[in-house]
């Protein structure tokens, strides 16, 4: 699929399945805005990209300087075609020891803030009557497992408002698709939140053995290609707990139930 002459707004665009995105929209002709808050990380990015390209680099949660930043957004090319919400950080503690301080970040940074961002660019693409939303979300937002209390409700969250958004606005011209990636191999699980709010420091077999950042985007632009609404981004074991929690849930919540007591065990 061209996405030659469009304009593509990529956030987290400094690393991981962001990264790949932005290079992949590039391959395929648009000119891609780049987001994320290590500047020196989104100039690599953008020298690694073939078309055009403009940084913006944001802290997602800065909810005063958004509005600006949109501005500068949609004035760069005098539009924006497609708003790709990535930016995230996930969570590896257990629900017992997790601090109320970081239930709020979690939420602050994978739900309110893309919610915020789509909030600022929904009014200019329905009045073009054209636009198209992309909110990287996770097989947590579809199962609640293990480590992920705070990280599986802010993708729920996520992809229910993404969701009843597309319910509002499909008939207007817009497209909402929400993407629900396994295990990729990035930096998701290093940067994971602990209980106590700091960052874990490593990374876990699950995500060291996922599928590659460039594969998970090749998969998404094929999705979108397709049309689909919701692409998932997963093979084997985590594919078929996505397929079980819609033929069987009963039975995937016992699997998940014996993690947490093998977890639990462990212990
Ligand atoms: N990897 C997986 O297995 C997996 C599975 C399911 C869903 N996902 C989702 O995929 C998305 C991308 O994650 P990834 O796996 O590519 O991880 P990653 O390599 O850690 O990338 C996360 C990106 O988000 C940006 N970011 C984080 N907090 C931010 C903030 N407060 N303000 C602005 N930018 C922020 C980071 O940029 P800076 O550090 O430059 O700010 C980085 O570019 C996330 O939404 C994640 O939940 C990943």
Known sequence: MSYSGKIVWVTGA????????AKAFSDQGASVILSGRRVGALDDVAR????DTLELPFEATDYDALPGIVAQAEGWKGRIDVLVNNAGISQRSLGKDTKFEVYRELMEVDFFA?????????PAMLARGEGHFINIASVAGKIGGVLRTGYSAAKHALIGYSDALRAENEYAGL????????F????????????DGSERGRSDEDIDSG???????LMILAGIAAG??????ARGAIAEALKLKSIDPERL?????????MMAARE
């Open 14 to 21: 400094s690393s991981g399945i962001g990264e790949a995105l």
């Open 48 to 51: 690694a990209c073939r078309g």
């Open 114 to 122: 893309p919610l915020r961002l789509t909030q600022l660019v929904l």
């Open 175 to 182: 497209k909402v698709t929400v993407v629900t990636p396994g």
């Open 184 to 195: 990729v191999r990035t930096n998701i699980a290093t940067h994971a939140r602990s209980g």
């Open 211 to 217: 599928i590659s950042p460039d594969e998970a985007a």
């Open 228 to 233: 689909k609404r919701e692409i998932p981004v």
């Open 253 to 261: 919540f016992d699997v998940m139930a014996a993690q947490g007591a």
